[in-house]
């Protein structure tokens, strides 16, 4: 299996532009986890998903932020607009829910600097 | 809730020593408690992973892990440590049913130095 898949792997852009930041999950898993890791604050979940529905979005900052799974192959993570405190590694990560296994894959993340 | 503290940010020990890495949790449930491994530029790997079975846990590359609920505590170790143990450790506690369906709370990570 190819992995948690995340694209694209670096991203710049200035303040007030939006960001789009991609995951494929491995096939077969039915739980997916938006992270964000920062020097400040550490790793942090944003928001995750059990067959494509949010379940917990507590964890993303503020409006400006948005999570999408239209289906069990991809899901998005927007910023729209971006501001420089959002610079972090960006990663997701998926797993089996139910399974027996309780463990959470990771993707390579996205490193996002916004200037 | 719950919460992850890992002791000390940062570990230095010499090539061939013990490395012991401390994790202590707050659950208001019974945790599923997991340490994962980040190199440099790259994602997180799971070491080991408690699930209520057996409370000592072996994991991958020679790494252990004890769960002592009297202790709260999940303490990461490895008898002999090598060059390319250098890396980034995290301690993370997942909520009830530890199924894979919960978010995981992270501990701040401990970054371990191998002294050659």
């Known amino acids: 299996d190819a992995g948690v898949i995340q694209s694209p792997r670096h991203e710049v852009t200035e303040m007030g532009q939006e960001v789009t930041l991609r995951c494929k999950p491995i096939?077969?898993?039915?739980?997916l986890f938006w992270y964000r890791q920062t020097m400040m604050r550490g790793l942090e979940l944003l928001i995750y998903?059990?067959?494509?529905?949010?379940?917990?979005d507590s964890g993303m900052p503020e409006d400006r932020f948005s999570a999408k799974m239209p289906n069990a192959s991809f899901s998005t993570l927007k910023i729209q607009p971006s501001e420089p405190r959002d610079s972090a590694v960006y990663f997701c990560a998926s797993s089996l829910a139910g399974g027996r296994s309780y463990e959470q894959y990771f993707g390579p993340g996205t490193r996002l600097t916004v200037t | 809730a719950q919460s992850v503290t890992q002791l000390g940010s940062h570990v230095s020990v010499s090539e061939g020593a013990l490395v012991l890495l401390r994790c202590n949790y707050s659950?208001?449930?019974?945790?599923?408690l997991f340490w994962y491994v980040q190199y440099p530029n790259q994602g997180l790997q799971l070491l080991l992973k408690y699930t209520s079975a057996a409370t000592l846990v072996k994991g991958i590359n020679g790494f252990e892990a004890e769960f002592k609920k009297s202790e709260t505590s999940f303490h990461l170790t490895k008898p002999s440590a090598h060059m390319s143990d250098a890396a980034e450790y995290f301690c993370?506690?997942?909520?009830?049913?530890?199924?894979?369906?919960?978010?995981?709370?992270f501990g701040k990570g401990t970054h371990l130095i191998i002294q050659p």
């Open positions: 096939s077969g898993h039915n739980s």
């Open positions: 993370a506690v997942s909520a009830d049913s530890g199924g894979g369906a919960d978010g995981l709370t």
């Open positions: 659950s208001s449930v019974p945790p599923y």
């Open positions: 998903f059990n067959n494509n529905v949010p379940i917990d």
